[in-house]
Nanobody
Framework: QVQLVESGGGLVQAGGSLRLSCAAS????????MGWFRQVSGKERESVAR????????YYADSVKGRFTISRDYATNTVFLQMNNLKPEDTAVYYC?????????????????WGQGTQVTVSS
């Protein structure tokens, strides 16, 4: 069992930055690849950024490439999402998730554990 708790969401103006954190507890953090996903009410949840078990490979949605950076800290069992140059279309609830598949799969169904989500609102 892995427990995930997100923090760092909030209201920011377009062009601003936020840093989301996801603290993991329970089973070994280093045994899971991690991902950040987001969901707008009425729409499907989508992948934003993923990082492999080793941390050596990262993947991003085209819409956030060059603006968002995912990273993980094994010492503190935390995964981060640095979001720069935020746009109103980035407004969503952001979730972190853990997958036992080491390659950070795109398929949401491969993620066994999810946090409760944190709201990010970007005003124009």
């Amino acid at each position: 069992q892995v427990q995930l708790v997100e923090s760092g969401g909030g209201l920011v103006q377009a062009g601003g930055s936020l840093r989301l954190s996801c603290a993991a507890s329970g089973r070994t953090f280093s045994s899971y690849s991690m991902g950040w996903f987001r969901q707008v009410s009425g729409k499907e949840r989508e992948s934003v950024a993923r990082i492999t078990l080793s941390g050596r490979n990262t993947y991003y949605a085209d819409s956030v490439k060059g603006r968002f950076t995912i990273s993980r800290d094994y010492a503190t069992n935390t995964v981060f999402l640095q979001m720069n140059n935020l746009k109103p279309e980035d407004t969503a609830v952001y979730y972190c998730a853990a997958s036992p598949a080491g390659y950070a799969p795109y398929d949401l169904s491969k993620y066994d554990y999810w946090g409760q989500g944190t709201q990010v609102t970007v005003s124009s």
